[in-house]
């Protein structure tokens, strides 16, 4: 219901039965709203109101959110998911643009986009290249999974993209800050489009490897047990786990 005090009321988020362009005034004064020029509301989380529709926006143009130099992958099992929105492709085409990368010596970690698919780094080399296209077609669910036994899949909105393969690369050594929507301070590999519930968990594979389908969270992701990451789902730059790492937003990287 609506306080007696609220005279004006509009989440412009794109629910007005459907239609971008056209405002809707939810309080009782009911006022008219017109729009000028090309004006629209959308949807910017994977979620419906009230939870989770938050996400973090890059316009791919050196944007990044930088956190510390922590231990988020271990040398075990982990599980990196998040939802992406990538409308266009930045003009980088030869550069992987991260949702998530972290550096050791030599050793870097990138899951990203580039050519329309979703892109593995483990290592010192891309390990897996995958064939689902993500740009230009709304909101997919990414998820890298790594079991005990190292072995490794990705999955795309809930299908296994690719075989699983076998990495057992060790990420908690010698580390560099962790960075999300890019993987060089934004220089050439900085992401266009948002990123929402992007979490990490060390020590523990959420989704089997050996699966060929996983089911696609429905609510906004919650800290579930060895969570070492949880942002990308509020309205401001903070990491939800109990770990409370600070992030710092560099160039445009916003809240949407």
């Known amino acids: 219901s609506l306080w007696n005090t609220v005279s004006f009321l509009s989440h412009f988020d794109g629910t007005n039965n459907g239609v971008n ?6 309080s009782a004064s009911n006022h008219t709203i017109t729009a000028n020029g090309n004006v629209t ?11 989770g529709e938050w996400s973090a926006a890059f316009d791919g143009a050196g944007d990044f959110i930088e956190g510390p130099s922590v231990d988020l992958l271990g040398s075990g099992a982990f599980t990196v998911e998040c939802w992406v929105n990538v409308p266009s492709k930045t003009t980088a085409a030869n550069f992987t643009d991260a949702f998530l990368a972290q550096y050791e010596t030599n050793n870097k970690f990138i899951i990203g ?11 010192g080399s891309e390990v897996r ?8 077609n709304g909101w997919h669910h990414i998820a890298l999974t790594r079991n005990a036994s190292n072995s490794v899949r990705l999955f795309v909105d809930g299908s296994a ?3 699983a393969f076998t990495n057992s690369t060790d990420f908690s050594q010698n580390l560099e800050n962790f960075e999300i929507g ?5 220089a050439n590999s900085a992401l266009n489009g948002n990123i929402s519930n992007l979490r990490v968990v060390k020590g523990t594979a959420v989704y089997d490897p050996s699966a060929s389908t996983i089911t696609v969270p429905t609510p906004s992701l919650t800290a579930i047990t060895n969570t070492s990451l949880l942002t990308c789902q509020s309205n401001r730059f903070i990491d939800n786990s109990t770990n409370s790492h600070t992030l710092t937003p560099s160039g445009n990287a916003s809240v949407s």
């Open 161 to 163: 993209d690719g075989a």
């Open 113 to 123: 986009t580039k050519a329309n698919v979703v892109r593995v780094w483990m290592g």
């Open 41 to 51: 509301q959308g949807s910017f989380g994977p979620f419906a109101r009230p939870e």
């Open 21 to 26: 362009n056209v405002f809707d005034d939810g």
């Open 129 to 136: 290249v995958g064939s689902t296209a993500i740009v230009g």
């Open 182 to 186: 890019s993987w060089n301070n934004g």
